[in-house]
């Protein structure tokens, strides 16, 4: 069984998540339960979304990106409850943070024009082309990149989350709206 959260680390999830401490104690043992410990590697990571039917490796290693949030390599219980609590129940604004941080797979405050590329091919390979509001034929990866990208060859966190507002299905279909 796992140990309990101290009040102190019950307190601080509490105030980071939009979760009650009932519900952070849920998680904590549903994750302990899942994962038979404290952390998750990330390879076992990557092997779970791609039985949860993530067939791309380009999006997998995104989604590891946004949960490990301290780049160690393993989805702890505090990032994987703060992860949920924004793909669940996040405000507008850190939906499109956690967003950014999937595409950011550097770790540098910026997304790189071959990197979203990549990205973007493996969201088509596994859910489809893209589909933006007020338009009647479906983009392909490459040309949402271009759409995104406007012949810059990055973007900084503004410039994407601007992007994202007039085209929602860059993070749509990872259903994070």
Request: hydrophobic content about 40%.
């Amino acid at each position: 069984a796992p140990l309990p959260l101290s009040a102190d680390d019950l307190q601080v999830l509490s105030y980071t998540t939009h979760y009650t401490p009932k519900e952070i104690n849920h998680l904590r043992d549903q994750f302990y339960r899942d994962v038979g410990g404290p952390s998750l590697s990330a390879e076992d990571f990557l092997i779970g979304a791609e039985a949860c039917g993530i067939r791309s490796e380009a999006v997998r290693y995104m989604l590891l990106n946004a949960f490990d949030a301290d780049g160690d390599n393993f989805i702890s219980t505090f990032e994987f409850i703060k992860a949920t609590s924004t793909m669940t129940k996040g405000t507008d604004a850190e939906k499109l943070d956690f967003a950014f941080k999937m595409y950011d797979v550097r770790r540098c405050n910026t997304i790189f024009y071959n990197d979203a590329l990549q990205i973007l091919k493996g969201l088509e390979k596994s859910f489809g082309m893209f589909s933006v509001p007020g338009e009647d034929a479906l983009l392909s990866s490459a040309e949402m990149d271009e759409r995104l990208f406007r012949g810059a060859r990055q973007l900084c966190k503004v410039e994407f989350i601007n992007f994202v507002r007039m085209n929602p299905s860059v993070i749509s279909v990872l259903e994070l709206t």
